[in-house]
């Protein structure tokens, strides 16, 4: 079973706060994902870490920012909270097995964000 | 038009159906190919996944690819009330995390 987490489940913030959504996992994988999905539509990934200190951004442009400084810890930062922030994040991890089999990933629960 | 595309559903099956799932997509670049079940309000979690063409199986669920026609099927055989969940479909070029390309998935409910 994975063990990866993401706090909190659920955020109602007002616009313009600065907020910051967690992602652990204790499985020591390399690889961390962050993906943005709303209702019925596709997982959109918004930032990916090959491991410590390396960041990328993803295919769908985003406002909010991360973070690698320890292997285990991937956290998401949007500096000032805007309605079209409302969305479902989900954190993912993977092995990172270069040349191996398919690069399983593994996703936490999601954080719903509503931004009023 | 999507990279991925997949019939969203809802789609609702007596329990015990044979339930065919699918996807069509435009890269023919694609070459690894994935199927997630996502239950309400949980993270997806991986259920299948495949390289190139051909069919497999595990358990109830038979994953199968034909690249000629760009369309990936999932079948879940006797389907219980349990398999009730969001079914993505993901697929990509290299073996790399940060290429998955997702569909938009497809609602099921199995109902007993």
Same mark, same amino acid.
């Given at each position: 079973?994975?063990?990866?987490?993401?706090?909190?489940?659920?955020?109602?913030?007002?616009?313009?706060?600065?907020?910051?959504?967690?992602?652990?996992?204790?499985?020591?994988?390399?690889?961390?994902?962050?993906?943005?999905?709303?209702?019925?539509?596709?997982?959109?990934?918004?930032?990916?870490?090959?491991?410590?200190?390396?960041?990328?951004?993803?295919?769908?442009?985003?406002?909010?920012?991360?973070?690698?400084?320890?292997?285990?810890?991937?956290?998401?930062?949007?500096?000032?909270?805007?309605?079209?922030?409302?969305?479902?994040?989900?954190?993912?991890?993977?092995?990172?097995?270069?040349?191996?089999?398919?690069?399983?990933?593994?996703?936490?629960?999601?954080?719903?964000?509503?931004?009023? | 038009?999507?990279?991925?595309?997949?019939?969203?559903?809802?789609l609702s099956v007596p329990e015990g159906a044979i339930v065919s799932l699918?996807? +069509? !997509? %435009?890269?023919?670049?694609?070459?690894?190919?994935?199927?997630?079940? $996502?239950?309400?309000?949980?993270?997806?979690?991986?259920?299948?996944? +495949? !390289? %190139?063409?051909?069919?497999?199986?595990?358990g109830r669920f038979?994953? $199968?690819?034909?690249?000629?026609?760009?369309?990936?099927?999932l079948f879940i055989r006797d389907s219980q009330p349990s398999d009730s969940a969001?079914y993505?479909?993901?697929?990509?070029?290299?073996?790399?995390?940060?290429?998955?390309?997702?569909?938009?998935?497809?609602?099921l409910s199995v109902l007993p």
């Amino acid at each position: 079973e994975a063990d990866i987490y993401q706090t909190p489940r659920y955020l109602v913030i007002g616009t313009g706060k600065k907020i910051t959504l967690e992602c652990s996992q204790t499985m020591g994988h390399d690889k961390m994902y962050w993906y943005q999905q709303d209702p019925g539509m596709e997982l959109h990934l918004i930032h990916y870490s090959y491991g410590v200190n390396s960041t990328e951004k993803g295919d769908l442009s985003s406002e909010s920012t991360v973070s690698r400084i320890r292997t285990e810890h991937f956290p998401l930062t949007l500096e000032s909270a805007r309605p079209s922030h409302t969305s479902q994040y989900l954190c993912a991890s993977s092995p990172g097995l270069a040349g191996g089999p398919l690069e399983t990933q593994y996703f936490g629960p999601g954080t719903r964000l509503l931004v009023l | 038009q999507k990279e991925v595309e997949q019939d969203p559903g809802p789609l609702s099956v007596p329990e015990g159906a044979i339930v065919s799932l699918n996807c +069509t !997509y %435009s890269n023919s670049a694609f070459q690894y190919f994935m199927w997630y079940r $996502q239950y309400s309000r949980k993270g997806p979690e991986l259920l299948m996944y +495949t !390289y %190139s063409s051909g069919n497999k199986e595990d358990g109830r669920f038979t994953a $199968q690819v034909d690249k000629s026609s760009k369309y990936i099927s999932l079948f879940i055989r006797d389907s219980q009330p349990s398999d009730s969940a969001t079914y993505l479909c993901a697929m990509s070029a290299r073996n790399y995390g940060q290429n998955f390309v997702f569909g938009p998935g497809t609602r099921l409910s199995v109902l007993p």
